[in-house]
C-alpha cells in the first residue's frame, strides 16, 4: 500500500476554488509523485484516455522506471492508480488521470487572460528517446484483445487544459487540434528530431496524451485558431511545452 511522505504535498497553483498540487508518496520502496487538480465541483472533461466523461479532478502521475515493468502487466495499473488515489481521498472514476515517466517537479503551468477569459496549461514533457514524426515513422506496437506487444520507450508529453469557460463538446474536440498544432509548432521551434528518423523533425512522441477541462464560465462553442480563446489554448501549451522538454532535457533519459 502507497503511503504519503511527511510533509511532501506542493501546492503549484490556485485559482477560483481550483487547486493543484503535487503529491509524494511511497509506493513498493519508491517515490512516486502525482499532480492533482482538484475542481470546486464536477464538470464535462474530454481526455485521449478515457474520452468525455463528468470529473471533479484532473491528474498526471509519475511513476520511477523501476515500476514500469510491474504496471505493464495485467490490472497493476489500474490497481497502483486506485490504491494512490484512495490514500487521497479520491477515486479514479472521478478523475481524468495520465501517467508518464516524467519526473512531475518538472511540470510547466502557464495561464493567460483575455477579458472574462482565462486558460492555464499543465505540461510534462520528455522527447530525448520516443520522439516520433507522424506520417513518416513506422508503429511498433499491435494491440490484440487489449494487449500490446512492443517495447516500452521513455518519453512523453502530457498536456492538462484547464478552461475557465464553459466548452460544447464540439469545442472541446477541437481544442485537441489546437493544442496538438501548438505541440506541434514548440517540438520544430526546439528543432526536436525524431528518435527513429534523425533527419526529420519530430511532431510528437508516441505515447502523447491530453486532458481538456471545461469550466463554468461564458460558453465557447469553437476553439480553432481564429478565436481568442483558441488562441489562449496554443499560446499557453506551446510555451509550457518548450519549456518542459528544456526542463527535462537537463534531466537523466529524457
Known amino acids: 500500500m502507497p503511503s504519503i511522505l511527511p510533509n511532501k504535498t506542493k501546492e503549484i497553483w490556485s485559482r477560483d476554488g481550483i487547486l493543484a498540487r503535487i503529491h509524494y508518496q511511497g509506493y513498493r520502496g519508491l517515490t512516486v509523485k502525482t499532480l492533482v487538480i482538484e475542481l470546486p465541483g464536477r464538470t464535462q472533461a474530454l481526455s485521449t ?11 498526471n502521475n509519475y511513476a520511477p522506471p523501476q515500476l514500469w515493468k510491474w504496471l505493464h502487466e495485467p490490472g497493476n495499473r489500474e490497481t497502483y492508480l486506485r490504491e494512490l488515489l484512495k490514500e487521497l481521498g479520491l477515486r479514479p472514476e472521478d478523475g481524468a488521470c495520465l501517467s508518464t515517466g516524467v519526473d512531475m517537479d518538472n511540470v510547466v503551468v502557464k495561464t493567460m487572460e483575455y477579458s472574462r477569459l482565462w486558460v492555464t496549461s499543465f505540461v510534462t514533457a520528455g522527447v530525448k528517446t520516443n520522439a516520433m514524426r507522424a506520417g513518416l515513422d513506422e508503429a511498433q506496437c499491435v494491440e490484440e484483445a487489449g494487449k500490446f506487444t512492443c517495447r516500452d520507450r521513455e518519453g512523453t508529453i502530457n498536456i492538462i487544459l484547464l478552461i475557465n469557460a464553459k466548452l460544447t463538446a464540439g469545442a472541446m474536440a477541437r481544442a485537441l487540434i489546437t493544442i496538438t498544432e501548438a505541440k506541434v509548432a514548440a517540438l520544430q521551434d526546439l528543432d526536436v528530431r525524431s528518435s527513429y528518423n534523425p533527419k526529420a523533425q519530430a511532431t510528437g512522441t508516441g505515447t502523447d496524451n491530453a486532458v481538456i477541462i471545461s469550466g463554468w464560465g461564458p460558453l465557447i462553442t469553437y476553439t480553432g485558431g481564429h478565436s481568442k ?6 499560446k499557453t501549451v506551446y510555451e509550457a511545452v518548450k519549456e518542459a522538454i528544456i526542463k527535462s532535457s537537463e534531466s537523466p533519459g529524457f
Open 49 to 59: 484516455m478515457d474520452g468525455f466523461r463528468e470529473i471533479s479532478f484532473a491528474c
Open 229 to 234: 480563446i483558441g488562441e489562449l489554448m496554443a
